[in-house]
């Protein structure tokens, strides 16, 4: 039988390894074999062990920044306030500005304020106008209406209403204006029909 570990690189057989020692304690002799012949396998394992311990502690650190982004405290008081003996201060440093501006982006994108309400509303308005204008073409060309064209008449909506808000579905309130667009939108197209 073919030792399928062997045409794996040095990320997927550190991954196989740390997969498998988490499910069970112990590696499987194909895998023991393939990184044997690949690497020493001691350094390998103390690598991999290291890259276990980094990522629990990357993930503690990602959650404190996270907890701290959430109550607002600045990117001076965060780094000042969090320290770690696995990871060099640069690393550290670099690390805890990219979570912060993740958490940062997310938090703002989140933020329902009047200003996203009030923009909200109009995109309601341009976007519904906008997907009945695009229902109108289709059924004019076709004469029928399908359930199938409310995924692009989403889609359009939805790219119109960021335009206007500049935040995504994620936010609560953009995701309700796509929604009552798009529902805008197919009643628009019904009348249209009831019309003809």
Known sequence: MKNIYRNYNEEDLHAAYLHMTDH?????GELHEAISQKFNYDEFVKEAE???VLIKEKGRISFEVYNRVQIGEDIH???ENISSEIIGSNDLNNFIRDKFNQFSKVKENDKID???IYKSLLGVVIASVT???FLKAIIACTGLFSFFLLV???IINYFV???ITQKTRGNFIVFL????SVIISTIFSFILLGKK
């Open 177 to 180: 204006a796509v929604l009552v």
């Open 114 to 116: 009047n200003e996203t």
């Open 161 to 163: 209403i960021y335009g």
């Open 50 to 52: 290291f890259r276990k």
């Open 77 to 79: 008081l965060i780094i």
């Open 131 to 133: 997907g009945f204008l």
């Open 152 to 154: 692009p008449v989403y």
């Open 24 to 28: 069970t304690g112990k590696i499987n």
